[in-house]
């Protein structure tokens, strides 16, 4: 249940951030990684998984759902790593 939850938070990011859900475009501010800094090879990294559209919005506006580089978002998913 709860992978399913988290693929649906996902899915609707993706969506809201993109505005291909039929609404305006909601950007995640500053588009680069959080923690180096680069601005390539970007991926939406989630602290919590929201489930609502006014949820995710302000999850991304109170910095819980950001971007980080594959590299950095990689390394976020390993034991003991701390953002």
Same mark, same amino acid.
Request: hydrophobic share 25%; proline share 2%.
């Given at each position: 249940?709860?992978? $399913? ?7 609707? +990011? !993706? /969506? %809201?951030?993109? !505005?291909?859900? !039929?609404?305006?475009?909601? $950007?995640? =501010? @500053?588009?680069? &990684?959080? %923690? &180096?800094?680069? @601005? /390539?090879?970007?991926? *939406?990294?989630? $602290?919590?998984? =929201?489930?609502?559209?006014? $949820?995710? #919005?302000?999850? *991304?506006? @109170? @910095? ?6 594959? +590299? &950095?978002?990689?390394?976020?998913? +390993? #034991? !003991?790593?701390?953002?």
């Amino acid at each position: 249940m709860k992978k $399913e939850i988290k693929q649906q938070s996902r899915r609707k +990011t !993706g /969506k %809201i951030v993109s !505005g291909t859900w !039929g609404m305006r475009k909601f $950007e995640i =501010p @500053n588009k680069f &990684c959080k %923690i &180096c800094k680069k @601005n /390539k090879n970007l991926e *939406i990294h989630h $602290e919590i998984y =929201p489930r609502s559209s006014i $949820e995710i #919005k302000r999850a *991304i506006s @109170n @910095n819980r759902i950001y971007y980080l580089c594959t +590299t &950095c978002h990689r390394a976020s998913h +390993t #034991k !003991g790593k701390d953002l």
